[in-house]
Every structure is written in C-alpha cells, then in structure tokens.
C-alpha cells in the first residue's frame, strides 16, 4: 500500500526517492537551496544501513560518491551552482570510468555566489558541457514534487542500467516548494540494480561491454581485482595510449548513451493536438506555461506545451516534432542566454520564429510573462 | 465553501509564518485537497522579509506562486507595504497584528494583537497558532478540527496543549 499523503517539500521527495531506488551512500557539503537533501540523507541513511558523510567540500564529495560506487553502494550527492562547479573534474572522472552516481544540482539564481537563496536554470550548458575532452551524461528536470521523487528513482535506475553519472537538474521552485503526495509502495516504482559480472574473477575485464553495449561492474574489493584510471584506459582497465583503442573509448562512451536515447529521453505533452503555438519549458517552468497556455486558449489562442523532463540527451526529435507543425515557438527559463532556446533554434532552423522568454533577477517566471509572448 | 484559496502569510524571518503555511497545508490535505506551499526569503535566518504562499484547490494546482490572494496575514509594518499596500480597495481578507503594525481602516483589515496574546497565553511563539485560529475561523479554508489534528500530529504534552490553548483562544476571538 503506498502511504498517506502527506505535506512533503521536493528536496524531501529528491531524499526520499533515493532511499527507494536503493541509495546507501551520501556525501556532500551543504548548500543552499538543496540542503534539505543532506539534511534528509544524514536523518534517514543511518537508520537503513546506509552512510551519510559531510566532507571538506564538493571536490572531495564527488570523489567520495564515485569511491562508494565502485565498492558496490549506490550513491549521489546534492549541491547547487558553485558546488556543481567544484565537483566538475571528479564528475568527469566518474564519466571516463563508468561509475554509476546521481548528483542532484539545485540551480539558483546569478553567476559564482549569486542570489543563495533564488531560483535559476542557468546551468544547462554546464550540465552538459562543464567538464573538459568528449564526454556525456544524462540529466533529468523535475516540475513538482512527484517529478521530484519519481525522477529520482529514474536516476538512479538510468545510471546503475548505463553506467553513467545522472544528473537531477532541479531548481530552488522545485526544490523548496511542499505539495501533497504520497510515497509509491515498494515495487510499485522499477528500481533496476547494476549488472554484476558472472564470469570468473580472473577473466574479468570492467570495460568490455557485454551485447547490449554495457559492461558488467563488479565491487570493488571483492574478488573480482581491477584498476581504475582516469586516463585513457583499456577494456581490461589499465592505462592505454593506443589511438585505436582511445577512438573505441570515446565513441564507446557516447554510443552506450545514443543506442538507448529512446528509453532515455522522456517528454511530457499538454495540450498538443491542435495547436498553432508550442511552449518548450524544463523544470518549475513549465507550471507557469501550462497556467498560460490554458488561458491563451480561454482567448481562442490555441497553444500546447512540451515538457523536456529529460534536458540531456536533449529531446531534439520530439521537438522537432512538435515544433514543425506551429507558427511560433515560445521558451521561457531563468536564465540571460536561452540556453535551451538556442538548442531548439538549432534543431527548427534559423527561419522558425522563436520568442525568448528570460528571467535572470531571481523572480520566476510567471504566465504572465509567457502569455504575453504567445500573443 | 470556495474551491480555491490563495493565500499570503508575511512577516519578518523567524515569526513562524513558513510553519504557519505548512500547518494550513496539512490542514487541507487531511481534507483531500491539493496544496502548493512555497516561500520567499532572504540569506539570513532571522529577520529580514520572510513570506510564505499556500494555494488550496480541489484541482490540480499548475502555476505554484499566488497571484490573486485573497487571504493574507501580515506580521510586520514592512510586510503591510511590500504585500498589501492597496489591499482596502480589494476583497482580500487581510489579518494583521496591531501589537507589531499601525491599526488599519477598512472592512477587509483585520487587526488583533497576536503577539500581546500569545505573550499572555504564556509563550509568545504561540501568536501564530492564534491567528490560524482566527483566520480558520473567520474564513473556512480548513476547519477547526483539521487543524487541532495538524497540532497533535506536530507537538506532543505540554507544546501541544499550548499550541492548542492558542488556536481556541484565536476562534474564539473571531467569534
């Protein structure tokens, strides 16, 4: 029986939907607006077997999380801006190396320390791209406090299924923002666990993928002896300068990722049947829009949103889609550039009319705001 | 009975107010309503504006952010200015504590020195739980007996039954 409903904040439902997908392990160093994660990970944690561990900083908590992982614990971490930007080396170490972790970024508003306390979603690009040399990872944006704890367990799934950092891309709406829901009984939700390896130990090799491009991940300190590297490594996991073989790593990388963008990618359509204006929205933003849209249609203007629940691998088919069968496309998010307007410019074409809608001053977008650019 | 309410509860940081929104949350949950609770403050923890939004529906709630409240409860001068300036010529309800602000003419301003009476009540954290009292009273949002569960679920002994005194003490006023 899933439990009561209950008054429950988002970073409560991020923590909570962890514990669900099977976390064991935190490590983090508080920040506002995404405390409330560590808060809830060092009440709870201890109680399930688990272990909640505030570090010196965010350097040090990504590596902690990528350490815990490979010694067989799920794990994730909370920050938000300038811990996301401390943590982007040892995140790209966890990418090279295939380590399943969730790392939940609380995006708030301005560049370095900026406005604490404030909403942002300015960190798309540095989602995406913040770490040096080709790499990828998947990130996901939730709208509500069940999006909230149900994009958690997905995190965590997609990570543990594909061996690769996930990133929760909340921002302070979200985050700080208590609805009614109540928690989905055990199994109710897919968890998916890490595929371990069945072979012999010593034919073990971490990095040679099984047929379905995923390599088998066996725990650290067990039986199973590896190496891990952040340089260029081989299937077998040592360091490995071979062109060949670094052509295979790279592409291995970003292969595993593509070959399963179609379970990956997730989209949320309202409104959509018979539109003549599409609003593309991410994260709290699209609460605002779907308020706009139905009161652009209550003024005979007939206009739908699409909801990037998953930012990365961006959506580029479904909005493509969606956005060749209108005359103008609205994208409204709290940030200066229209990081995720200049992705779908560059998937509509240059032709397409695409009305910005931006906020940078720590206010939130209202529907104001985007009905005016719908009409 | 209203199917959607949107309400206001501002003040200065540390006066309960964020707490105040949570409990009338809970209130209405345990009604089978919808909630959004949201807040607004600054980097530190005590003083400084502070605001809490509840919005309250039967439907499903889209855009979180109140935009049209029409129940507020004001706990500072600096509060009244930033979120009810204007609220005379409107049919927002808006409590206000007369201990803390200037007394305010017009139907829709209603003033009772919540802090003074939580003070006399014996603790004057207790002057928000007054003011639900009235405000639950005087506006049906939740009901009385909501809110008394809201209590017992979050306090236990003697902080329940002080917090308790003070919502009685608060319906009765509005009585």
Known sequence: MPEQTRLIQGNQAIAEGAFYAGAKFFA??????????????????????????????????????????????????????????????????????????????????GPSTGLATKPGQADVMQIRWGRHGDQTLIALSPASVKECFELTVKAFNF?????VPVVLAADEIVAHMRENYSIPAPGELEVIDRKKPTMAPELYKPYTPDEDGIAPLAVYGSEYVYHVTSSMHG???????????????????????????????????????????????????????????????SQGIKAGVLQL?????LPDLEVARLGQLVKRVVVPEMNYSGQIAAEVQRILGPSVDIRRVNKYNGTIITPQDILNAIK | ???????????????????????????????????????????????????????VDQEEIMFQQVQKPNIMLILTEEAMKAHAP????????????????????????????????????????????????????????????????VIRQRFHGPAAEMNLKALYHGVKLAQ
């Open chain 2, 1 to 55: 009975m209203k199917n959607r309410h949107e309400i206001v509860l501002a003040g200065s940081g540390g006066q309960g107010l964020i707490v105040c929104g949570m409990m009338l949350a809970e209130a209405a949950i345990l009604e089978g309503k919808n909630v959004v609770q949201s807040q607004s403050y600054g980097i530190a923890s005590r003083g400084g504006l502070s605001k809490a939004e509840l919005i």
């Open chain 2, 86 to 149: 204007n609220a005379a010529d409107t049919d927002v309800l808006v409590f206000y504590d007369t201990t803390l602000l200037e007394a305010r003419e017009g139907p829709n301003y209603i003033g009772f020195p919540f802090t003074l009476m939580g003070r006399e009540l014996g603790h004057p954290g207790t002057a928000n739980m007054v003011a639900l009292g009235v405000m639950c009273q005087m506006t049906g949002v939740v009901t009385q007996e909501s809110l008394e569960a």
């Open chain 1, 309 to 313: 629940v998953t930012v990365w691998p």
């Open chain 1, 28 to 109: 983090g160093y508080p920040i506002t607006p995404s405390s409330e994660v560590a808060e809830e990970s060092a009440r709870q944690l201890p109680k399930i077997g688990g272990v909640f561990m505030q570090m010196e900083d965010e350097i040090a908590s990504m590596g902690a999380i990528v350490g815990a992982s490979l010694a067989g614990a799920k794990s994730f971490t909370a920050t938000s801006g300038p811990g996301f930007s401390l943590m982007q080396e040892n995140l790209g170490m966890a990418i090279a190396a295939e380590v399943p972790c969730v790392i939940v970024n609380v995006m708030r508003s």
């Open chain 1, 159 to 163: 990570a543990e299924k594909y061996r």
């Open chain 1, 235 to 297: 299937p077998e996991g040592s360091s490995n300068n071979n062109p060949a073989n670094a052509a295979w790593k790279v592409g291995q990388l970003h292969e595993k990722i593509e070959r399963y963008r179609d379970e990956i990618v997730m989209t949320k359509e309202f409104a959509v049947e018979d539109m003549d204006i599409l609003v593309v929205t991410f994260g709290a933003t699209t609460r605002a829009a779907r308020e706009a849209i139905a009161a652009a249609r």
